[in-house]
């Protein structure tokens, strides 16, 4: 007589751990070139997000060490003078004032301008978190969504570069690459301008970026709606700043 033979079930297969995200250099060639596959990264594991922004850091401490190379203190001051008059301020500071504090500007800016690149990766990574996981029912970890802002954010540095070696070229700091070249004679000091200002190549790449990594991040096919809406939101804010600081410049000049 024989026994039977009683087959135990075999243990379950671990999930396969995800794949490492690829090196800091190729996520940056890859962000311009096959930003789908980076995104897809950034889907699981561990989504890193902070090389990018010390890129972009790196970035402008360079452009700002290099400034005196090719921009003249003489050229910055009279160009912050230009501003100041614009924003309709009565009395306006002497060159000796101005030069005395350029120094200091000079680095309070650049550090505020590496710690906005950290904060803003958060507040955009929010805002995508906002827009796919509680309107479209996607991911709701802000994490994948950081790293995508971060990555998407390297096109905004390839633009700001661009645009310093052509001002530092001409010596012309009023030099810009945004849809007002597209409206000749248009009042610079006006609302459409500010608001056309924030319309760049850059601006609109990024955009398309962003909705696009939100939608790799969900496996969703559909993302020119989100960009659309980004632009849109983008655009808003430009208005709304434009109608503060031109309420700022009317109590300035009354």
């Keep these: 007589?024989?026994?039977?033979?009683?087959?135990?079930?075999?243990?379950?297969?671990?999930?396969?751990?995800?794949?490492?995200?690829?090196?800091?250099?190729s996520r940056i060639v890859d962000t311009f070139f096959e930003p789908g596959k980076v995104f897809a990264q950034l889907r699981e594991g561990p989504a890193p997000w902070i090389g990018p922004v010390l890129v972009c850091a790196a970035l402008l401490?360079?452009?700002?060490?290099?400034?005196?190379?090719?921009?003249?203190?003489?050229?910055?001051?009279?160009?912050?003078?230009?501003?100041v008059q614009e924003m309709g301020a009565r009395q306006l500071p002497t060159r000796?004032?101005?030069?005395?504090?350029?120094?200091?500007?000079?680095?309070?800016?650049?550090?505020?301008?590496?710690g906005w690149m950290f904060l803003r990766v958060w507040i955009v990574g929010l805002i995508l978190l906002a827009v796919y996981s509680l309107l479209l029912g996607g991911r709701n970890d802000v994490r994948p969504y950081a790293a995508v802002a971060s990555h998407a954010f390297l096109v905004g540095a390839l633009g700001y570069l661009l645009v310093s070696a052509l001002q530092y070229a001409t010596g012309r700091l009023d030099l810009t690459l945004d849809a007002t070249l597209l409206v000749p004679g248009l009042d610079p000091k006006g609302v459409p301008a500010a608001v056309l200002r924030a319309?760049?190549?850059?601006?609109?790449?990024?955009?398309?970026?962003?909705?696009?990594?939100?939608?790799?991040?969900n496996r969703r096919k559909g993302w020119m709606g989100v960009a659309a809406f980004l632009l849109s939101m983008q655009l808003g804010l430009a208005?709304?700043?434009?109608?503060v600081a031109q309420l700022a410049m009317g109590r300035a000049g009354g």
Excluded: N
């Design 61 to 83: 401490v360079l452009l700002t060490v290099l400034r005196p190379l090719f921009i003249t203190d003489d050229q910055v001051i009279d160009f912050a003078l230009q501003k």
């Design 1 to 25: 007589m024989t026994l039977p033979v009683t087959e135990t079930a075999a243990p379950p297969a671990a999930p396969p751990a995800p794949a490492r995200p690829a090196p800091l250099p």
């Design 96 to 114: 000796d004032q101005m030069a005395g504090q350029l120094m200091i500007q000079t680095v309070l800016g650049t550090v505020f301008g590496i």
């Design 239 to 243: 208005l709304v700043f434009s109608l």
């Design 199 to 217: 319309v760049t190549p850059w601006s609109v790449w990024t955009a398309c970026l962003l909705a696009l990594g939100g939608a790799v991040i």
